[in-house]
């Protein structure tokens, strides 16, 4: 890192102040220390037209929200609580709002927080200049001092002070501990003229100063708490300021119309440029046909030459009877070829229609082959599904009687059945049959109810296989 002072706008609005002390005692002693208090009167002016008013009761948008590791700055109970934990470097925090204002006054209190370090300091920063090399700053500490310094490129001079003290000055003035200090500055470039509590400090010309913007300076590893900020400025300060409102937004409008008719002229360049090849590519285009066209009429001149010179030799060699004959022997053959080529359309068209009636019928055809397989797909599937209901019907019939069975088997433990699936014959099953149709009595049906029980699933499914 560089010796000397840094201004880093790493956030928008905020700059962030490096400063060594050696090189600010080296640089102090390239400067001379003016304190003018005595040499020109203070400002008059009247700042009786309030242009920013911020008494820190919510977060707005004119001052910074910081949460991070280096910075805290936040409003808190109508206070912007401003804690700088980095342990060597200050920072600017610079509001929002943007100062067009030559004439004005700035109102803020400002007191530091309890903390272990002794050398806390905050203050405010104002006239910081759009490029980042001119500022000015004033500040205080808890040993009741204060110090005005100013920023010239990349580091600051002091206005109060000596160099031994770095510009520090023993003022009883300030306010203890816990206790806030007002703070008052009043700018009527180049002129800045300090009061502190109510009390005129010093008064002090900076040269070649535009507005600039404004906010608070707090010291490294520093706690401190602002009460309000406020921005007058005179009426005719707020004209002034209105006036170059209106004209920096005229210029920037100007600008912006400059920039589009900027804009519209290139594409009207670039269009003119398409344009041109356009043209010139038609031109081209245009050469070459009628090179075409001057070649055709040469071969054309030529052609007409030599049938001019065939026709005068037929003319002149030639009987008229014969160049008679010739002409109708030549007509009699056009004729035919003109009825030759009558055929020829007739049998081509013959053809084009026996294709077109081709196709139509294999079409037909087609058709007719696809609705036979889909009925025949149809007729598959319904006798698939007629055997499926089959099979299953039957497969419920087995595992219906095959349930009978165990039923039986246990209400009867003790009876064994052995049936010869060899023996049973077609005709004992129709007997069997038969005599169960027969009508019995009650006293034969309960007997069998008793005695019967069904056959094995083997012997069943053999008497199926048999039937």
């Given at each position: 890192?560089?010796?000397?002072?840094?201004?880093?706008?790493?956030?928008?609005?905020?700059?962030?102040?490096?400063l060594?002390?050696?090189?600010?005692?080296?640089?102090?002693?390239?400067?001379?220390?003016?304190?003018?208090?005595?040499?020109?009167?203070?400002?008059?002016?009247?700042?009786?037209?309030?242009?920013?008013?911020?008494?820190?009761?919510?977060?707005?948008?004119?001052?910074?929200?910081?949460?991070?590791?280096?910075?805290?700055?936040?409003?808190?109970?109508?206070?912007y609580?401003?804690?700088?934990?980095?342990?060597?470097?200050?920072?600017?925090?610079?509001?929002?709002?943007?100062?067009?204002l030559?004439t004005?006054?700035?109102?803020?209190?400002?007191?530091?927080?309890?903390?272990?370090?002794?050398?806390?300091?905050?203050?405010?920063?104002?006239?910081?200049?759009g490029?980042?090399?001119?500022?000015?700053?004033?500040?205080?500490?808890?040993?009741?001092?204060?110090?005005?310094?100013?920023?010239?490129?990349a580091?600051?001079?002091?206005?109060?002070?000596?160099?031994?003290?770095?510009?520090w000055?023993?003022y009883?003035?300030?306010?203890?501990?816990?206790?806030?200090?007002?703070?008052?500055?009043?700018?009527?470039?180049?002129?800045?003229?300090?009061?502190?509590?109510?009390k005129?400090?010093?008064s002090?010309?900076?040269?070649?100063?535009?507005p600039?913007?404004?906010?608070?300076?707090?010291?490294?590893d520093?706690?401190?708490?602002?009460?309000?900020?406020?921005?007058?400025?005179?009426?005719?300060?707020k004209?002034?300021?209105?006036?170059?409102?209106?004209?920096k937004e005229?210029?920037?409008?100007?600008?912006?119309?400059?920039?589009?008719m900027?804009?519209?002229l290139?594409?009207?360049?670039?269009?003119?440029?398409?344009c041109?090849?356009?043209?010139?590519?038609?031109?081209?285009?245009?050469?070459?046909?009628?090179?075409?066209?001057?070649?055709?009429?040469?071969?054309?001149?030529?052609?007409?030459?030599?049938?001019?010179?065939?026709?005068?030799?037929?003319?002149i060699?030639?009987?008229?009877?014969?160049?008679?004959?010739?002409?109708?022997?030549?007509?009699?053959?056009i004729?035919?070829?003109?009825?030759l080529e009558?055929?020829?359309?007739?049998?081509?068209?013959?053809?084009?229609?026996?294709?077109?009636?081709?196709?139509?019928?294999?079409?037909?055809?087609?058709?007719?082959?696809?609705?036979?397989?889909e009925?025949?797909?149809?007729?598959?599937?319904?006798?698939?599904?007629?055997?499926?209901?089959?099979?299953?019907?039957?497969?419920?019939?087995?595992?219906?009687?095959?349930?009978?069975?165990?039923?039986?088997?246990?209400?009867?433990p003790?009876?064994?059945?052995?049936?010869?699936?060899?023996?049973?014959?077609?005709?004992?099953?129709?007997?069997?049959?038969?005599?169960?149709?027969?009508?019995?009595?009650?006293?034969?049906?309960?007997?069998?109810?008793?005695?019967?029980?069904?056959?094995?699933?083997?012997?069943?499914k053999?008497?199926?296989?048999q039937?």
């Amino acid at each position: 890192m560089p010796n000397f002072l840094l201004i880093n706008r790493k956030y928008d609005g905020i700059i962030t102040l490096q400063l060594s002390v050696s090189t600010i005692i080296v640089w102090t002693l390239l400067f001379v220390t003016p304190t003018n208090s005595d040499a020109q009167n203070p400002i008059s002016t009247e700042f009786g037209q309030i242009q920013l008013k911020e008494d820190f009761s919510d977060k707005n948008e004119n001052w910074p929200y910081l949460t991070t590791m280096e910075n805290l700055y936040v409003p808190d109970k109508d206070e912007y609580f401003m804690h700088r934990r980095h342990k060597s470097n200050p920072y600017a925090i610079i509001t929002d709002w943007k100062n067009n204002l030559s004439t004005f006054n700035i109102l803020t209190a400002l007191k530091l927080g309890p903390a272990d370090n002794e050398s806390q300091t905050i203050g405010v920063i104002f006239l910081v200049q759009g490029d980042g090399k001119g500022a000015v700053a004033f500040e205080f500490n808890k040993f009741k001092q204060y110090r005005i310094k100013q920023l010239v490129g990349a580091y600051y001079k002091f206005l109060s002070g000596d160099n031994e003290s770095q510009g520090w000055v023993k003022y009883s003035g300030l306010a203890g501990k816990n206790d806030y200090n007002e703070l008052d500055v009043r700018i009527n470039l180049p002129q800045i003229d300090i009061y502190l509590n109510g009390k005129f400090l010093q008064s002090f010309d900076v040269m070649d100063y535009k507005p600039g913007g404004m906010g608070f300076l707090i010291g490294a590893d520093t706690k401190a708490k602002a009460d309000y900020f406020y921005v007058y400025t005179s009426d005719e300060g707020k004209i002034e300021a209105e006036l170059d409102s209106k004209q920096k937004e005229d210029n920037k409008s100007a600008v912006e119309q400059l920039s589009k008719m900027r804009y519209e002229l290139e594409q009207q360049k670039r269009s003119l440029k398409e344009c041109e090849l356009e043209r010139k590519t038609a031109v081209s285009v245009l050469e070459d046909g009628m090179a075409d066209l001057r070649q055709q009429n040469d071969r054309l001149a030529l052609r007409n030459g030599q049938l001019q010179e065939f026709k005068n030799q037929v003319l002149i060699e030639v009987d008229e009877d014969v160049f008679l004959t010739l002409a109708e022997n030549l007509k009699s053959e056009i004729i035919k070829n003109q009825k030759l080529e009558s055929q020829v359309q007739v049998y081509r068209d013959s053809l084009k229609y026996t294709h077109a009636k081709y196709s139509k019928l294999k079409l037909a055809l087609l058709d007719k082959a696809i609705k036979k397989a889909e009925k025949e797909k149809v007729i598959r599937e319904a006798a698939e599904a007629k055997e499926t209901t089959e099979e299953i019907e039957a497969e419920l019939e087995d595992n219906r009687l095959t349930k009978e069975q165990e039923n039986w088997e246990e209400a009867n433990p003790n009876v064994t059945a052995e049936v010869d699936t060899a023996k049973v014959k077609e005709s004992n099953v129709e007997e069997l049959n038969e005599e169960a149709s027969k009508p019995k009595n009650s006293e034969e049906v309960a007997e069998q109810e008793i005695e019967a029980r069904p056959l094995p699933v083997k012997v069943r499914k053999a008497q199926k296989k048999q039937d």
